[in-house]
């Protein structure tokens, strides 16, 4: 019997680095409304931690074709509790601490060690450094500036034109600021120096030409990591917005309309190599890599894979889509997170549109 727990308030809780972390409202919230989700991915007979079991019983009945039959538990009964694992959305100190409390032991839990490099990795900078050169070659672009200054920020703005700001750990669109040379003033200019002093440095990156979001799911177990799928989503300013739920043959056919798939291949078996290097006994468990579609090259019409936006090194809302992929019979499906009337909600909408050719998602 696994537990279960859904907190989206994680790579907030990674900046923080604070066993007693409090997320802001909005994380606190997305928690509260949400914290049935993983029931999406459970086995029958798993946990899965709550705030509210009402709640989250009344909210998983829309759901009851894709859900398994879990038992919703709150942190007050959970030290009664016996399990084979905890699988939390993410790990850090604050979800760490938080389990501890709530009498869960140490032997459940990923090490100090491990939870340090945890961080360590899921730091842009590493990413950024570390897999995004090595996965460079004919056919893609990327690339990242890790800064300590607000003058260099400055520069390089001077020198681009326009870039992207991404502080080391953000979440979902947090953290993240689309700058033109027009925009700098003493508030961003106040805002990068916050970055730096909480963060020690900050990210900068070229504006591409986006063309497509989507990215790539693994699985890091204990003979390395193996892909899992293709996730096809959508971003408006960097937030997240939903998923196109279709098969895996469907969503290869519509990545091969802009990039050959023998590229997606080399790169999808590069990051298995390294990262089976680079988390070998610090984690195992869902992880994704997000990439995009980019026009460019010499004539700026050219379409470039960019092979490591981000890596989240965490459950993503890729792994819920895979979770619930249609079958070959069925069609394909949308899927969102709303706020609506004050709170999150959790949509799947069936269509009968092939929703990858025709592009209308």
């Known amino acids: 019997m696994k537990l279960h727990i859904f907190n989206p308030e994680h790579d907030i809780a990674l900046g923080a680095n604070d066993v007693h972390f409090t997320a802001p409202h909005a994380g606190r919230k997305l928690r509260c409304d949400l914290g049935f989700l993983p029931a999406l991915w459970a086995d ?59 009498g869960v032991g140490e032997s459940s839990l990923p090490s100090m060690e ?13 990413a950024s450094m570390s897999l995004l050169p090595e996965l460079q070659t004919k056919g893609t672009v990327g690339k990242a500036f890790f800064v300590q200054s607000a003058a260099y920020v400055k520069e390089l703005l001077d020198i681009r034109g326009s870039i992207v700001l991404k502080s080391p750990w953000s979440s979902s669109g947090r953290g993240v600021r689309y700058v033109e040379a027009k925009d700098w003033n003493e508030k961003l200019e106040g805002w990068v120096n916050n970055v730096v002093k909480r963060q020690h440095g900050i990210e900068v990156e070229p504006k591409y030409n986006k063309v497509r979001d989507f990215g790539m799911e693994f699985l890091s177990g204990a003979d390395g990591v193996s892909y899992t799928g293709l996730s096809i989503f959508r971003t408006e300013k960097g937030f997240y917005t939903g998923n196109i739920l279709a098969q895996e043959s469907a969503k290869r056919e519509m990545i091969s309309k802009y990039i050959s798939l023998d590229l997606l291949e080399s790169v999808k078996e590069k990051i298995c190599n390294l990262l089976t290097i680079a988390l070998r006994n610090v984690y195992r468990g869902p992880l994704g890599v997000d990439m995009m579609i980019v026009a460019g090259g010499e004539s700026g019409r050219e379409l470039l894979l960019h092979p490591c936006v981000e890596l989240n090194l965490r459950r993503t809302m890729g792994h819920v889509a895979l979770a619930l992929s249609p079958s070959d019979k069925e069609p394909q499906r949308l899927m969102r997170i709303t706020m609506e009337d004050g709170r999150y909600h959790f949509r799947i909408a069936d269509t009968n549109e092939n929703v990858l050719d025709r592009d209308i998602f």
């Open 44 to 102: 029958d007979g798993d946990c899965v931690l709550v705030e509210d079991i009402s709640r989250a019983q009344k909210c998983v009945r829309y759901y009851s074709k894709y859900a398994a039959k879990v038992l919703f538990v709150t942190p007050d009964v959970i030290r009664n509790l016996q399990f084979s694992s905890v699988e939390p959305w993410g790990w850090d100190l604050s979800i760490y601490g938080e389990l501890l409390r709530n």
């Open 114 to 126: 491990q939870l340090s490099r945890i961080r360590d990795i899921s730091n842009r900078r590493w």
